[in-house]
């Protein structure tokens, strides 16, 4: 397997929406993304690994923490066009992009190549998402997944989908947020404009889906979230110290 290069891009930008410089945000002496980025070096797969920031707040601070960081335009719509870039500036071939959100402190590295080892075994796909399962919530900050029986997504939502019109026992899959490229994706994705589906859900990789990209799911089990409220940050540092994986790199 490792005579496959596979490579892990964190993107990050300054002024998120619900919490001031999220990336920034202090959890037991680490800044939110440096939690990230060690946990994605735990990767046993990953060659490398490298934040795409938008900001030189936020790669003072990677140099700071000895965080590999890449500076790119402020301009970009989301974190795919700013993975995009990055790759692009590397100026080396991968047979993989791994896009690692930067807002989930508690990032289980086995879930990295859990999603790497389902791309190899399933290459005529061209993006992979990894699922969880959970009961219905009806928060629009998670991105709700539906899929065929051959694991393949045909939707993306903010709303609980689907509709349980039978008012049967039932439940939904979220969208997780370690996702795996081919570079000829990654490039067909970042070259088009905002699409229509996209634009109304505010999901990135609507896109993907409208463009025809091929995108399959694997079921993963655990306990990461994305910190998008204050409520989440508080959970993340009630999590934090009692996290085995916290203990090998703080």
């Known amino acids: 397997m490792k005579s496959k290069r596979f490579i892990g891009l964190i993107p990050l930008r300054l002024k998120s929406k619900r919490i001031f410089h999220k990336p920034l945000l202090n959890l037991i002496g680490l800044p939110l993304f440096v939690h990230v980025y060690r946990r994605a070096k735990l990767s046993l797969l990953l060659d490398d690994v490298i934040v795409c920031c938008d900001d030189f707040r936020i790669y003072n601070i990677a140099k700071k923490f000895n965080v590999k960081c890449i500076i790119t335009k402020k301009t970009h719509k ?54 969880l399962k959970i009961k219905k919530m009806n928060k629009t900050s998670i991105v709700k997944v539906i899929k065929n029986k051959n694991d393949e997504i045909l939707y993306l939502s903010r709303k609980d989908v689907p509709y349980n019109f039978e008012k049967k026992k039932y439940h939904l899959y979220k969208h997780l947020s370690i996702i795996s490229f081919k570079p000829n994706a990654l490039k067909k994705y970042s070259s088009s404009k905002k699409t229509y589906l996209e634009k109304l859900e505010n999901i990135e990789l609507l896109r993907a889906l409208e463009l025809g990209l091929k995108i399959k799911s694997l079921n993963l089990k655990g306990d990461s979230f994305s910190v998008d409220i204050k409520e989440d940050y508080v959970k993340a540092l009630k999590k934090l110290p009692k996290d085995k994986i916290f203990k090998k790199y703080r």
């Open 78 to 131: 989301n974190g795919t066009e700013r993975i995009s870039e990055a790759y692009k500036k590397i100026k080396k071939n991968y047979d993989l992009i791994v896009d690692i959100q930067g807002d989930e402190p508690l990032l289980n590295p086995k879930h990295i190549d859990d999603v790497i080892k389902f791309h190899l075994r399933n290459m005529s796909s061209d993006i992979i998402l990894p699922s």
